[in-house]
T-cell receptor
């Protein structure tokens, strides 16, 4: 069984460009989460999506960041007009279900974004 | 909101000895506590988890204990091996089912 897939693994962008990060969840998983990790720090929740719905985006900056999980295809985290502070590792996780005490999340290998 | 504190931030143990990592949480509604291992350049991998209806869980050399009254939980690794070297993260769900992570413990296994 394939795990969570993320691409690209490394992404370099210049300030002002757009970054698109893709995540394919574990087959059969309908819940996707995006996290950001800065060096030497833990993972910070950004957004939780189900197919075609954003459930919780409380951890995502209001400007320049957006996420989607279409009916077909991978989940996309999009960062417009990137700045140096956006440089980080972005991880996607998926789970088969969500509910109290049932939320086991499986992580992808991450995309390391570097903004020059 | 939920706050998860993890200690120590760095831990060095001799190969073959045991390692213990401790975490505390603040939200009394937390009911799921996973532990993740992250190797350099890779994503976090779930190694063990515990739910609030049990106090202890063991899987070979790894065990986790949970004290709901004191709101703390711990990871125990026995007979440590070089491949145990990694960063370990504890986490807890908050009342919105969001997983909140600790800041991580960098474990070094010394030869």
């Amino acid at each position: 069984n394939a795990g969570v897939m993320q691409n690209p693994r490394h992404l370099v962008r210049r300030r002002g460009q757009e970054a698109r990060l893709r995540c394919s969840p574990v087959k059969g998983h309908s819940h996707v989460y995006w996290y950001r990790q800065l060096p030497e720090e833990g993972l910070k929740f950004m957004v939780y999506l189900q197919k075609e719905n954003i459930i919780d985006e409380s951890g995502m900056p209001k400007e320049r960041f957006s996420a989607e999980f279409p009916k077909e295809g991978p989940s996309i985290l999009r960062i417009q007009q990137v700045v140096r502070g956006d440089s980080a590792a972005y991880f996607c996780a998926s789970s088969p279900q969500r509910g109290p005490g049932t939320d086991t999340q499986y992580f992808g290998p991450g995309t390391r974004l570097t903004v020059l | 909101g939920e706050n998860v504190e993890q200690h120590p931030s760095t831990l060095s143990v001799q190969e073959g000895d045991s390692a213990v990592i401790k975490c505390t949480y603040s939200d009394s509604a937390s009911n799921y506590f996973p532990w993740y291992k992250q190797e350099l350049g890779k994503g976090p991998q779930l190694i063990i988890d515990i739910r609030s209806n049990v106090g202890e869980k063991k899987d070979q050399r790894i065990a986790v204990t949970l004290n709901k009254t004191a709101k703390h939980f711990s990871l125990h690794i026995t007979e440590t091996q070089p491949e145990d070297s990694a960063v370990y993260f504890c986490a807890a769900t908050n009342r919105d089912d969001k997983i909140i992570f600790g800041k991580g413990t960098r474990l070094h296994i010394l030869p």
